[in-house]
């Protein structure tokens, strides 16, 4: 795995498949099961000290101090790195303007929303203004608004030219912000890649999507009982998304596109399921993903 400067790169994976324990090998917390890695140019074997001052990490038990207050961390933070008193306000000042805390930040810590406090974590995080910052889950458990406002951070951090890793469970997530994406198998790195680039890793198949008329949305019975037909029929993978009313299959490429359509469409009909639109592309991260996890992923 190569990381590079300024990008964000996300690391997704079933639980248990090693995303955490990655990211404590490489913050020096757990030593290596094998292999050696570098940060900053810095061994993490033998140099694990200088490399402590590259990177900031944001874990998934925020580390933050509940019966402080949000400037209370970040000074703790900053007189515990030995910042100037002067270099440090200014960074505090900064960070919470970043995090969207000052109108909070003689607030006890413990009583700022969810949201909040992952800020907070975050802005901790970069008190020392690190080259890398490594990020395990940031967003898990937070409502969509919450979660957007943390996007919106990394997103400024990047282009402040912050290399981030980022582990998460959020397909969508890792889609809008990563440059590239790792997915880690039993403590392996399997694939890598843009989104593009993991989609033409999937072998032999093609994603096509068909939105349904809205009336279907309200015969669900009916509209699963035809899946499972399509399914037993062409021997595919089908799913059907509730909240966009729209059905999700994967088409092998090497199948004449124009005869395989066809067949759909008479078996919708048949099976008077109306739809509106009907297109088709490279799968997406969704589908990659499940097609790692079974192991359908060309070399």
């Not at 690391?11 to 292999?35: C, E, Q, V, Y």
């Not at 937070?142 to 030219?161: F, N, Q, V």
């Not at 499972?228 to 009313?245: A, G, M, P, V, Y």
Request: glycine share 8%.
């Amino acid at each position: 795995m190569n990381i590079f400067p300024g990008e964000l790169y996300a690391l997704l994976g079933d639980n248990g498949a090693g995303k955490t324990t990655t990211i404590s090998m490489l913050t020096t917390l757990l030593p290596p099961s094998s292999g050696e890695f570098f940060i900053c140019g810095f061994n993490g074997l033998t140099e694990a000290e200088k490399i402590k001052g590259c990177f900031g990490v944001v874990s998934q038990d925020l580390a933050v101090y509940n019966e402080l207050t949000p400037y209370e961390n970040l000074k703790f933070l900053s007189d515990l790195y030995g910042l100037p008193k002067k270099v440090g306000e200014e960074r505090i000042e900064k960070l919470l303007r970043r995090a969207g805390l000052v109108d909070r930040l003689n607030d006890r810590t413990e009583n700022l929303s969810g949201g909040m406090m992952r800020r907070l974590a975050i802005a901790c995080a970069m008190i020392n203004e690190p080259k890398v910052l490594f990020m395990d889950e940031p967003t898990v458990g937070l409502d969509p608004a919450a979660r957007r406002l943390i996007w919106a951070t990394l997103k400024e951090l990047k282009s402040a030219g912050v290399t981030i890793l980022l582990t998460t469970h959020y397909l969508e997530e890792a889609e809008l912000l990563a440059d590239r994406i790792g997915i880690i198998r039993d403590g392996r790195l399997t694939i890598e890649g843009t989104v593009p680039e993991l989609a033409k890793r999937i072998r032999g198949m093609r994603g096509i999507s068909i939105r349904l008329v809205q009336e279907c949305a309200v015969d669900s019975d009916r509209i699963a009982t035809a899946i499972d037909l399509l399914k037993s029929k062409f021997d595919l993978e089908i799913r059907l998304d509730t909240l966009r009313n729209t059905i999700y299959l994967t088409q092998p490429t090497q199948d004449n596109d124009e005869h395989y359509h066809k067949e759909v469409f008479a078996f919708l009909y048949q099976e008077n399921i109306p739809f509106l639109r009907f297109a088709t592309g490279e799968p997406n991260l969704e589908e990659v993903f499940l097609a790692v996890s079974k192991d359908e992923v060309a070399n």
